[in-house]
RNA sequence: GUCCCCAUCGUCUAGAGGUCUAGGACGCCGGCCCUUCAAGCCGGGGACAGGGGUUCGAAUCCCCUUGGGGACGCCA
């Protein structure tokens, strides 16, 4: 493979396929800011129909934990950014050892106190040529002697991962513009090794709500807790993508989409806040156009974390009772957690009931009684299969113009009594969803409240 | 402190000297719809940080100020 470009017909001149790597150094989750930088890599791989590798920068053991590894694999698995290569530098050693060795032999790097120093070259000036921010020139009197590798004979970040990005042939280094001014470095090694240095593209920083680097310090900043709080990974990448990348209007973006449009030229270079409430918006928007019996089963994750049913009942759910639960409430929810939060009457048995006290009593009043209990007789009358949104409307309002009553009479003491609440779906997709039994039996539970109400 | 990057509505952004009385999206406010809440639809408020240049003409180019962020480790 290597030393085989394919030559483009067109110019005749060289054109490889670019390289791109995502290297995260394993010393904690996966950062929302690093899934934005892996996606841009990603993109940017895809969209040239290029390599992109994912390479943990692990040199520091003291910090790097295998733990850390898996899950940033998993993240990035879960997004759905599936890489072409992977490395791990700490498996990398001998070739920083050729390379270092043959800096000292060279003079261009000496050791001390243990350590083997980079030679800066000065008087001296480099420049990085970015194709993002053009130009940034950095003067060696500013740039001290660097270590290499450390006492402990472990190479350092800025001469492994200039040794990995050139024997990985890596074409483009995009990567967050925090790392800009260790881009002179590297840029050094590789001269020192008589190498030619990648591209360079340095992205804006991802930064929190209060504009300070993320942190754990404030609210989530790893990509598992937003799957965690009912995120989607649809959502977050194209939330992701939209912070520092734009093309015209467009919010909307599908994968596909965002490889085929995809380009460095659209990105700009100034930071972005993380604004969760836009990612809310996004997640239900998928939510809201996503397949029902996915999210279903994805929903079923959620209801045991809420305690809504217990771990050893989950997996009896029908799968149509969840796509159900996810089809009434996703206009109604921004994230499956909340969904779970709101459609937890459904699940819990059919005489167990949380009742909202405001809502019972403003709605849950003896005049109501009469309308209740009839209606209860009424739908009792209904067979099992005809428990179905479009036949329960119809047949309640038969009832209710027998009667002379109108909907909005009974709507929302109905809704108290079925769902606890005053809000949610549509009344008779509610009963649908509850069925025949936990209808019939909350109606009347209904009744009881009613009751109640008059002795107290 | 030194060095580096950045600067359009609260937020994400469009804008590559005239088409900008600056467009879109999220959020916010109001209305419509309606069995509630949402969703949806319609409408509203909301920005070129400031000052100098350059130019017939600047949000767009240059400089300064201010502001924000980042880096200054034998961390990455």
């Known amino acids: 493979m290597a030393g085989v470009p394919h030559l483009s017909a067109r110019d005749g001149r060289m054109k490889m ?17 690093g899934a934005r930088t892996a996606l841009f890599n990603w993109l940017f791989a895809r969209h040239h129909g290029g390599a992109f590798i994912l390479r943990i920068e692990d040199t520091d053991r003291s910090r790097s934990t295998e733990e850390s590894i898996e899950e940033i694999k998993a993240a990035l698995r879960w997004l759905g950014l599936d890489w072409d290569e992977y490395y791990r530098e ?18 261009k790097a000496y050791e001390s106190e243990g350590a083997w120093w980079f030679r800066v070259p000065r008087p001296g000036e480099t420049v990085v040529r970015d194709l993002l921010l053009g130009d940034v020139a950095y003067d060696h009197e500013l740039i001290k002697d660097f270590v290499i590798r450390r006492s402990d004979g472990s190479f350092t970040y800025n001469f492994a991962c200039a040794v990995d990005d050139a024997d990985l042939r890596i074409t483009h280094v995009i990567r967050a513009n925090e790392h800009l001014n260790n881009t002179p470095r590297q840029i050094l090694v590789y001269q ?9 593209a340095h992205l804006p920083m991802v930064l929190s709500r209060e504009r300070a680097k993320l942190s754990k310090r404030h609210g989530a900043t790893s990509v598992f807790e937003y799957r965690d709080l009912g995120f989607l990974p649809e959502a977050l990448l194209n939330f992701l993508v939209r912070l520092g990348w734009s093309h015209g209007d467009q919010e909307i973006f599908s994968k596909e989409e965002m490889i085929a449009l995809f380009d460095l030229k659209d990105v700009n270079v100034s930071a972005a806040v993380f604004d969760e409430e836009k990612l809310l918006w996004l997640n239900q928007h998928y939510l809201k156009v996503g397949d029902p019996e996915r999210l279903g089963e994805l929903l079923r994750g959620f209801l045991v974390k809420r305690g809504i ?11 149509a009772k969840l796509a159900k639960a996810i089809e009434l409430f996703r206009e109604r929810s921004k994230t499956l957690l909340e969904l779970a939060e709101k459609a937890a009457f459904i699940f819990g048995p059919p005489e167990r009931l949380e009742y909202d006290p405001k809502g019972v009593g403003s709605f ?17 009358g209904l067979d099992e299969h005809e428990f179905k949104a479009p036949r329960l409307e119809e047949a309640t309002r038969a009832y209710l113009a027998r009667t002379g009553h109108q909907l909005k009479e009974i709507a929302q003491p109905c809704r108290v009594a079925l769902t606890g609440k005053t ?29 109640q109400g008059q002795e107290a």
Request: charged content about 25%.
């Open 423 to 451: 809000e949610g779906p549509g009344l008779f997709e509610t009963m649908e969803a509850l069925g025949k039994e936990a209808t019939i039996v909350r109606l009347r539970r209904g009744l009881e409240l009613i009751h």
């Open 309 to 319: 049913v217990p771990p050893e009942e989950a997996d009896s759910i029908p799968l």
């Open 90 to 107: 700490t498996e990398r050693f001998p070739l920083y050892q050729e390379a270092a060795e043959r800096l000292l032999a060279e003079g």
């Open 192 to 200: 020192a090794l008589g190498l030619e240095p990648p591209k360079f």
């Open 17 to 33: 396929a670019p390289r791109v790597r995502f290297a995260p150094s394993p010393t904690g989750a996966l950062h929302v800011g």
């Open 364 to 380: 849950l009043t003896p005049e109501k009684g009469p309308l209740l209990e009839g209606l209860a007789s009424e739908l009792a």
